[in-house]
């Protein structure tokens, strides 16, 4: 248990709609990373909340948005969905800013099924 | 830009015997290193790291260590039991970049048989 959680685990949902993820990092840890994992694109980094602040940002299509909150959680909301946003969304936090230094913690996922 | 790219799966190996899973990386600055494995529905752990040139990471058996003269960094294991079948995900941050990001190569999986 990587002290990380992910709600909810499963999501099945239709065309067009909108989702939101949720995920608490470990206690004490200030980034927030999601991440995208498909069969043909593989895992794609996001975006990066740092402390409440958005610190990095990758290949996020402008259909999707996130946020951390005071409290630290932190919420991707994917709208006009597409049969292609069907994959496993991993949240990941870590204590500081830098990803490169830091080892970040997964969180179990959620398996969004656009259909 | 940076990339990882890590050699095709599946791989299927018997236990106990040796497991090399190659792992080459482009970067423009001086990047840090990782392994991380994923167990079947599971997210990410953290396998071992490097942050430099020569660095050996271990843990659990697996070793990886830093080469910047072939830029690369190989994980390695001498005796794999069923145990370890997962996927594994090869992957580089450069903060010198400025971005801070990861960027994983698209896993190798192996497959231990007993």
């Known amino acids: 248990d990587s002290g990380v959680t992910q709600t909810p685990k499963h999501l099945i949902t239709a065309t067009g709609q909108r989702v939101t993820l949720r995920c608490s990092p470990r206690?004490?840890?200030?980034?927030v990373y999601w991440y995208q994992q498909s069969l043909d694109q593989g895992l794609q980094f996001l975006i990066q909340?740092?402390?409440?602040?958005?610190?990095a940002k990758g290949n996020i299509l402008e259909r999707f948005s996130a946020q951390q909150f005071p409290d630290l959680h932190s919420e991707l909301n994917l709208s006009s969905l597409e049969l292609g946003d069907s994959a496993l969304y991993f949240c990941?936090?870590?204590?500081?800013?830098?990803?490169?230094?830091?080892?970040?913690?997964f969180g179990p996922g959620t398996r969004l099924l656009v259909l | 830009g940076d990339s990882v790219t890590q050699m095709e799966g599946p791989v299927t190996l018997s236990e106990e015997a040796f497991l090399t899973i190659n792992c080459t990386y482009t970067?423009?600055?001086?990047?840090?290193l990782f392994w991380y494995v994923q167990y079947p529905g599971e997210g990410l752990q953290l396998l071992l790291k490097?942050?430099?040139?020569?660095d050996k990471g271990s843990n659990k058996g697996f070793e990886a260590t830093y080469r910047k003269e072939t830029t690369s960094f190989h994980l390695e294991k001498g005796s794999v039991q069923v145990s370890d079948s997962a996927v594994y995900f090869c992957?580089?941050?450069?903060?010198?970049?400025?971005?801070?990001?990861?960027?994983f190569g698209t896993g190798t999986r192996l497959k231990v048989l007993a």
């Open positions: 490097a942050t430099k040139a020569d």
């Open positions: 970067a423009t600055g001086y990047p840090s």
């Open positions: 909340y740092y402390n409440g602040e958005e610190r």
């Open positions: 990941a936090s870590s204590v500081g800013a830098l990803a490169g230094k830091e080892t970040q913690y």
């Open positions: 992957a580089l941050s450069d903060p010198t970049s400025g971005t801070y990001k990861y960027i």
């Open positions: 206690s004490g840890d200030l980034s």
